[in-house]
């Protein structure tokens, strides 16, 4: 049987080093089919999958990387391997780049299952608040990894070792516990500074928005910002209040988030296509022209139910139709409540 510790013996270099095909091409993505990897600005790769959990970004450094968001945990072995080699590979297919720190936008778990396939052999950071909530869900990355065989088998049956990645995971799942997805590392207060081997970002947490613990992950040097899902691009946004959410701070938020833009800067939503400013313009647009909904039919007396199944007209041509419910919902609740 394969204890804990021989699987993290067989993850990350270890791993690469060891399957990788010999020679392998320095432009990886090419030679990497599971994700669809885009260059945005040199140095600065993104995946945009709407079926595989939150857009994942990577910032490239000299000499190592910094990842942003690691989707499902069934995907975490797959995510890393491919990412692992954006800044191309030597001959034995040791990636020049690696990999040196994971940093979670916020707890949910298409943003945070994959954590598993990066703790602890490197760090993990997230705001202070996502570390209990991270904690608390481990029964749905179980659950996650528990159909890691057929979850993969559906998205990419002729992946062989994709196939084999997630396998493996479903093999070693009975080892992991819940502290194996919780981040070592914390952001606190309003704003870190990160310089991690030459590469600089700057964390915002401005309070409390889709969550509690969002944090937007901002590159100034190379002018690109992952919003996490604090911008839901052009789809119905998740509104979590269980954990924080609240639709005046989220507007705050992304209002904050857009005082960092200039029309050059490249903006990676949580959730749709890569867009820029424009895109948070229209998140908080959205999330105003909801609550003047939601303020009208509490003020007329509008029932919950029938308030559901309303009209947005900014909306009209949104993704994500399966969460407008919960999103009309959970801001008639805030407005019912005075909030
Ligand atoms: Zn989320």
């Known amino acids: 049987m394969l204890t804990r510790r021989d699987f993290l013996g067989t993850s990350g270099l270890a791993l690469a080093g060891l399957l990788a095909a010999p020679a392998r091409a320095r432009r990886a993505p090419r030679d990497l089919p599971f994700f669809e990897w885009k260059e945005l600005r040199d ?7 709407q079926s595989s959990g ?5 910032f490239l450094g000299a000499r190592q990387s910094i990842i942003v968001d690691a989707k499902f945990a069934w995907l975490s072995r797959t995510l890393r391997r ?43 950071l997230a705001h202070e608040n996502a570390a209990p909530r991270i904690e608390n869900q ?17 998205a990419a049956p002729d992946n062989e070792k994709a196939r084999e990645e997630a396998a493996e995971l479903r093999r070693v799942r009975v080892h992991f516990e819940p502290g194996d997805w919780v981040p070592g590392r914390v952001a606190k207060g309003e704003r870190t500074e990160l310089d991690e081997g030459g590469i600089r970002l700057t964390l915002h947490a401005i309070g409390p928005g889709h969550t509690d613990n969002d944090l937007i ?17 052009k789809r119905h946004p998740f509104i979590d209040l269980p954990s924080g959410a609240s639709s005046i701070g989220w507007i705050e938020s ?10 050059q800067t490249i903006v990676i939503p949580g959730h749709g296509e890569i867009t820029d400013v424009t895109g948070l313009r229209g998140q908080v647009e959205y999330l105003q022209a ?10 007329a007396g509008t029932p919950r139910e029938e ?33």
């Open 43 to 49: 140095g600065v790769w993104a995946t945009i999958d």
């Open 54 to 58: 939150g857009n994942v970004a990577v």
């Open 82 to 124: 491919e990412a692992d080699q954006l800044g191309g590979a030597d001959s034995r297919g040791n990636p020049e780049r690696p990999l040196r720190l994971l940093i979670n936008t916020h707890h949910h778990a298409d943003h945070t299952g994959g954590n598993i396939g990066f703790s602890p052999d490197m760090d993990v």
């Open 138 to 154: 481990f029964d749905a990355y179980g659950r996650q990894l528990d159909g890691a065989i057929e979850s993969m088998e559906r």
């Open 217 to 233: 992950v901002h590159s100034p040097e190379r002018n690109v910002l992952h919003a996490g899902d604090l911008l839901f691009y």
């Open 254 to 263: 992304v209002k904050r988030a857009i005082a960092l833009c200039d029309d």
């Open 290 to 299: 909801l609550r003047t909904a939601a303020k009208r039919a509490v003020e």
């Open 307 to 339: 308030f559901l199944g309303t009209d947005l007209p900014i909306a009209a041509d949104y993704g994500f139709e399966q969460i407008k419910p919960r999103a009309f919902g959970a801001v008639y609740d805030e407005v019912s409540a005075g909030k």
